[in-house]
């Protein structure tokens, strides 16, 4: 079958070119064996796929909008708040705090209206920790705090305000008074700086 393959189809015996098949093509039934063609006298109808269950109403739509509002709203009260607890622990913690702190501790004026152990006035809200109202930015400028104070007399609300009119220059001190619960105000000698 090879060397007739090889030859030119004129070549080819009658024989070999009438029983010639493809790798392609399926053995066919000899024409005694086809099956009988069936018709159809009308169009099939479509089954349903399944059956259909007894209708119900829908489960009533569940708001969850006041749930979310609420954790929402609790969200941004958590970082409020301790965005302003942060903030106020950098201002405690800053070098001009502590020094205005030490200044009116050496202060002979206030220590004669406040009484000794001038220190801050601790905040029930912050776990002990005082309140420090304000601003303090050293690299713009500007430093705007006020605090309570107590001795062993009475308490007072430290004010103290410092600006610098141009970068290298040393701050000028505009505020620095205490101002005592009984309405006694001690302004704070600049001396002491």
């Known amino acids: ?14 024989r070999l070119l009438s029983c010639r098949t493809f790798a392609t093509e399926l053995p066919r039934p000899p024409p005694s064996e086809m099956p009988a063609a069936e018709t159809f006298s009308s169009p099939s109808k479509p089954r349903e796929y399944y059956t259909r269950r007894q209708q119900r109403d829908l489960p009533p739509y569940a708001r969850t909008w006041p749930l979310v509002a609420v954790f929402g709203t609790a969200g941004v009260a958590v970082w409020a708040s301790f965005f302003m607890y942060a903030t106020n622990q950098e201002r405690l913690s800053s070098s001009v705090t502590r020094h205005v702190l030490t200044t009116i501790r050496e202060s002979d004026a206030v220590r004669e209206v406040l009484g000794d152990a001038v220190r801050f006035e601790p905040a029930w809200y912050l776990n002990g920790d005082p309140w420090v109202s304000g601003s303090v930015n050293m690299l713009q400028g500007h430093v705007d705090i006020s ?3 107590k001795g062993h007399k009475q308490g007072g609300t430290l004010y103290f305000t410092s600006l610098r009119k141009a970068k290298g220059e040393p701050f000028t001190i505009l505020r620095f008074k205490i101002i005592a619960d009984d309405g006694t105000i001690v302004k704070v000698p600049l001396a002491t700086l």
Not at 1 to 14: D, E, G, I, S
């Open 1 to 14: 079958m090879h060397a007739a393959r090889a030859l030119p189809k004129a070549r080819l015996p009658a």
């Open 147 to 149: 605090f309570r104070v």
